[in-house]
């Protein structure tokens, strides 16, 4: 699953007084994973951690993450010159 927003996961986590250790051992990974994630060094992660870190921030897992492929799906693809 692809993290929305870095700033909005950041936000969370301050709201719901969440340091990246906490969230970490919530969720059931690292510190330095989550640290990527609020960095924008990591952008994904499986569909079973965005769940478990939604929960943990007690929110909607539509509000971090979205599914890689509807992600792409939304993408905008450039027409290539055709020559005459």
Partial sequence: MRLTSQDTLR???KQRGFS???L???A???KSFISHLCSGHKKSCTNELAVRIAE???VPIELLFVNEQSAASGRIIRSQKVPA
Avoid: I, N, V
Wanted: overall charge neutral; some cysteine.
């Fill in 28 to 30: 059931g990974c690292s």
């Fill in 11 to 13: 936000a969370l986590m």
């Fill in 20 to 22: 990246m250790d906490r």
């Fill in 24 to 26: 970490g051992r919530y």
């Fill in 56 to 58: 943990a921030l007690e």
